[in-house]
Each structure stands twice: as structure tokens, then as C-alpha cells.
């Protein structure tokens, strides 16, 4: 299966990509974390990417491409893949078709998370993460008060700059605004799985296999 998951931040993404990767061993290629590993890599892509992080830009969609055509072609990600993080704009999600139709693949099915923007903002403004192991929980703002440590590995948490309250509701107006789009775009490719992301994590999970399940079988009968 070669998917995509997105939607607004709060979503839910990471959690449900966390469970994709066991049922069908394939990796997620997160495009924060692969940026970061291509420094840390010190390619020569990594190189490039460097310059535009330290700046604070944007990296430039055909050095995304570029960057995500490479991880594609890794032996773990012959059997497919989860993006969660790209494409954010149309324009993007064109430059992937492409690239991908020249590797002689494609996007099986892209699965988008509904969630309203209240419960959005909710969700992000008691978000709080584990320092060492990013590792994520939610806390109301009287727990707030008196965090625990993580139970993973009893790293400090703390709340991330962009989960603050005051910026919540501007990262949502931002996806609205540029990722949103992408709707309309698979859509019109009869790719998008439109769920609703604010049902119960295993409820959201079993709508997910349910779908990709039928997909599964639809191909197999073709």
C-alpha cells in the first residue's frame, strides 16, 4: 500500500500512522524527521536543506521531491509507504504524482482525518511532549500545573512553542488555507478516504482498516 495521511495538526496523523506500520510493515516517512536526517546524514542534500532550515524558510518543493524520491527507492520502502507531512498544497501533490509515475508507482489511497476546528484547538493546547523521546500526552490545564515525567523513559514534558494556545489557531487557518485544497484534489482522483477523526482512537483505527481493506480487495479482484 502506498498511502497518504494528513489533516490539520491535532489530527491525529502520528497516531494512526503508528498503527499502519504494524499492519502493513511498511515504513512513514514523517518529511520533519527525514529534513533532520539528512543534516544529521550530512549529504549532500542535507547540505542544501541546512541553508534553508537555519534561514527558518520553507524547503522548496522540488528539494522535497528530490529528498522523498531518494527515501522511496530504500529497501523498506519497496513494499510501500505511509507519507504523513507531504504534500501540503496542490502543487506539491502534483510534483509527487509525477515523480512517482516516473518510479513506476502511485498513491493507492490518501486518508484524510476530519476534525473540527474547535476540537482542534483543544486537542493542541493540552498537547504536551517528552523531551528526549518525543513521546506525546494530553493534559488538562490544572494537570498542567504539575506535570509528570514521561513514562517511557522519565524525560521532562513540556509543551512545544507551536502548541501554545495563541498559535494554535493559526497553524489550523494555515492548513485550511494551503493544505485543505488537497481535498477537492484526490477527491477528483477517487483516492481520499474521508474519515472522521474525532471518534475514539480505535474507533478511527478500524474505520481506517476497514476501508484499506476494501481497497485490498477491490484490486485483488481486478
Do not use: W
Request: net charge positive.
Amino acid at each position: 500500500m502506498n498511502l497518504i495521511i494528513f489533516g490539520a495538526p491535532g489530527a491525529g496523523k502520528g497516531t494512526q500512522s503508528a498503527h499502519l506500520i504494524e499492519i502493513y510493515r511498511i515504513p512513514a516517512i514523517a518529511t520533519g524527521d527525514m529534513l533532520r536526517a539528512q543534516r544529521r546524514a550530512g549529504t549532500a542534500l542535507g547540505d542544501q536543506v541546512k541553508g534553508y532550515m537555519d534561514r527558518g524558510e520553507l524547503v522548496p518543493d522540488q528539494l522535497m521531491i528530490d529528498i522523498i524520491k531518494e527515501r522511496l527507492q530504500k529497501p523498506d520502502a519497496r513494499d510501500g509507504f505511509i507519507l504523513d507531512g507531504f504534500p501540503r498544497t496542490v502543487a506539491q501533490a502534483r510534483a509527487l504524482d509525477e515523480m512517482l509515475t516516473q518510479l513506476g508507482r502511485r498513491i493507492d489511497a490518501v486518508i484524510y482525518l476530519r476534525v473540527s476546528r474547535q476540537v482542534l484547538i483543544d486537542r493542541l493546547s493540552h498537547r504536551y511532549s517528552c523531551r528526549t523521546c518525543e513521546a506525546v500526552y494530553n493534559f488538562t490545564s490544572d494537570q498542567a500545573h504539575s506535570l509528570p515525567r514521561c513514562t517511557v523513559d522519565g524525560g521532562e514534558l513540556y509543551q512545544r512553542p507551536d502548541d501554545k494556545p495563541e498559535i494554535v489557531a493559526n497553524r489550523i487557518d494555515v492548513f485550511l488555507k494551503h493544505t485543505a485544497p488537497l481535498i477537492d484534489y484526490y477527491n477528483a482522483q477517487h483516492k481520499l478516504e474521508n474519515l472522521d477523526g474525532q471518534m475514539l482512537v480505535d474507533d478511527v483505527r478500524g474505520d481506517i482498516a476497514r476501508r484499506l481493506a476494501g481497497l485490498r480487495k477491490g484490486a485483488g479482484s481486478r
